[in-house]
């Protein structure tokens, strides 16, 4: 299982953050420990990630990813991390083995640095936010 955090800034635009050991940007989150729930996972990444103490907010998605080559399956959790003031901005503290920079982009340009599961759980987590509900996806995709 995985578990991240969404988070916005004032204008709306999305923290992404580049992790040293992916091609790819991400979330902040990661990885759910043994017997730790997926938001307190959330939670427990963010703070390693990017220094701030957050309390997840609603579950904005779901999404079952099955097993690809080496990579087993996994359940992959978006939560609402919330809208960063300027204060909060200005104290996050990355962790260069987590993170190497950090980018508020919009929805668009996260296409072109997030994978493509990890934005289309991103696309659906901003559209539950905005319906105030939970999406489900199944390899990234809503099922029939």
């Not at 990813?65 to 809208?83: L, N, R, S």
């Not at 204060?87 to 072109?112: C, G, H, K, Y």
Request: glycine share 6%.
């Amino acid at each position: 299982m995985a578990a991240d955090c969404l988070f916005t800034d004032q204008a709306g635009r999305l923290l992404v953050l580049d992790p040293p050991y992916k091609p790819t940007w991400d979330l902040p989150g990661g990885a759910v420990e043994q017997d730790e729930s997926p938001r307190r996972a959330a939670q427990r990444e963010v703070e390693e990630e990017i220094g701030l103490v957050v309390e997840p907010g609603a579950l904005l998605a779901v999404d079952w990813v099955p097993q690809f080559g080496d990579f087993t399956e996994v359940v992959a959790f978006i939560f609402d991390g919330g809208v960063l003031t300027p204060s909060e901005i200005d104290r996050i503290a990355l962790d260069p083995t987590e993170a190497s920079a950090i980018r508020f982009v919009q929805l668009a340009e996260a296409e072109q640095l997030l994978d493509s599961n990890q934005y289309a759980r991103v696309a659906a987590a901003l559209d539950s936010l905005a319906l105030s509900t939970t999406a489900y996806l199944e390899n990234g995709s809503a099922p029939l």
